[in-house]
């Protein structure tokens, strides 16, 4: 009986200690939450919208064959092989020759000069007998008239001939030069050779309609490749359709890239940055740890040990940045990790 009454009054004590321990536990000390802060300084931001599109040559052409002719791809002068895929290329260079002997015989280039000197030299006799009395009105514009024609003649002549070089139009480089079995005679038509020069290039962006008010010529641009992210080009609006599609709600805006060194190729798909408003300092702070309270956007800084929670206005933003305008100051320290589960006045602790 005895037994019982210690092992009774021994079990009431354990579970009466085990109620002071929770007790203890419950008025314990606050467990201060970790924290990573960042001190407020001055920095540069700039507000822009960004779209999405693939660059194209502003100078293309493809040239195709104004006459039949025997197919000849002429000598690179620099390679010193036939022209092929890559070369670059200068205005005026010939890259490829279509023989034609029997065109070339029927245009007879050389009488068609000959006629010209001859013409030529009777108007300038005719303008010296006219001028001393020893030929009419009518003889020296008779000479006039041939010389026209003959001119004429020996022009269309050069023209023809020029119908068997397909020549660049402009420097460039040969992104498509179909093959043609050599020394074989092809019709008049078809397609010889594609030179593009991308020292320049264009792209065409379509933008939301809250942005037509803000965009505008001459605007800068940052021009982005995906496959080279941190290569960056400068470009500049060009023409900004005023007119928004029914469908999408977007309008249409041209920009121009410089591509001095050609990083970026005809037909790659790149981001665009378009820059509406900048500032060179400014309290900027990360987007994403604004919170959207009933009572505005707050933040979390560190004072004294305790979180303390911040009403802000903002001003430019970015997709990963914000100007705050009113609400922090240079130098406070502010919650950029650890922010989700705080209070105000919580206590925490700076971590790294």
Known sequence: MVNRVIKYLLLVGILVLAGCGGQQGDTGVEIAAPVSVEEIKYKPIEEFFTSTGTVKAILEATLKSETSGFYRLAMN??????????????????????????????????????????????LEKQKSLYEKGGATYRELKNAEKNYMNAQYNYENAKIQLEKLKISAPFDGVIVDLPYYTPRTKNDAGLRMVQIMNYSNLYLDVNLPAKSLGEIRVDQPVRVMNYSLPDDTLLGKITQVSPALDPDTRSFKSSIVIDNPDWRLRPGMFTKAEIIVASKDSAIVIPKDIILAKRRGKTVFIVDKGAAEERVISTGLENPEFVEVTNGLKLNDRLVVKGFETLRHRSKVRIVR
């Open 77 to 122: 002068p620099k390679t010193k092989q036939p022209f092929a895929l890559g070369d670059v290329v200068e205005k005026g260079q010939v890259i490829i020759y279509l023989d034609n002997p029997e065109l070339e015989s029927s245009i007879m280039i050389e009488s068609r000069l000959l006629e010209l000197e001859v013409s030529q030299q009777e």
